[in-house]
C-alpha cells in the first residue's frame, strides 16, 4: 500500500523560506516522476514542481527561481525548498506520485523547465500540509 505523508507546512511572512517533506512508503520514490502540487481557497489544483527518475527537473513559472525539488533516495523522502515565498503561494501543498519513471515537461528557455504534468497523471497523493504566507 503506497502512502505518502507531507510535512513541513507553517505560517510565514512574505520573504520567508519553508520546506516541505514527503516521506513514501510502499514505492520507491527514485523509481518514479514525483511532483508536488496546491491549491488555494476557491481556485483549482495546481502542479508546482517535478523530478523523474534521472533527477531533472521543472517547476510552474509562477515558482521559478524561488522554489527546488529534490529527493533524498535514502530517506525515500521527497522536498520541496520554497523560499521568497510570496502571498500568493499561501495554499495546501500536495506530493503525488506518477505511474511510471518519466515527467511531463516541456523546454522554456533559458535553461528552464516547465512542468506540464496534471492530477490526472498522478494516481497517489498524501493529505496536503498547509503553507500560509502572510504580506
Known amino acids: 500500500q503506497v502512502q505518502l505523508v507531507e510535512s513541513g507546512g507553517g505560517s510565514v511572512q512574505s520573504g520567508g523560506s519553508l520546506r516541505l517533506s514527503c516521506a513514501a512508503s510502499g514505492l520507491i520514490i527514485s523509481d518514479y516522476c514525483m511532483g508536488w502540487f496546491r491549491q488555494a481557497p476557491g481556485k483549482e489544483r495546481e502542479g508546482v514542481a517535478s523530478?523523474?527518475?534521472?533527477?531533472?527537473?521543472s517547476y510552474a513559472d509562477s515558482v521559478k527561481d524561488r522554489f527546488t525539488i529534490s529527493i533524498d533516495a535514502a530517506k525515500n523522502t521527497l522536498y520541496l525548498h520554497m523560499n521568497s515565498l510570496k502571498p500568493e503561494d499561501t495554499a495546501m501543498y500536495y506530493c503525488?506520485?506518477?505511474?511510471?519513471?518519466?515527467?511531463?515537461?516541456?523546454?522554456?528557455?533559458?535553461?528552464?523547465?516547465?512542468?506540464?504534468?496534471?492530477?490526472?497523471?498522478?494516481?497517489?497523493w498524501g493529505q496536503g500540509t498547509q503553507v500560509t504566507v502572510s504580506p
Open positions: 523530478i523523474d527518475t534521472y533527477a531533472a527537473t
Open positions: 503525488a506520485a506518477d505511474r511510471g519513471p518519466s515527467c511531463s515537461r516541456a523546454y522554456a528557455g533559458d535553461n528552464f523547465y516547465r512542468f506540464l504534468g496534471s492530477e490526472a497523471d498522478f494516481p497517489y
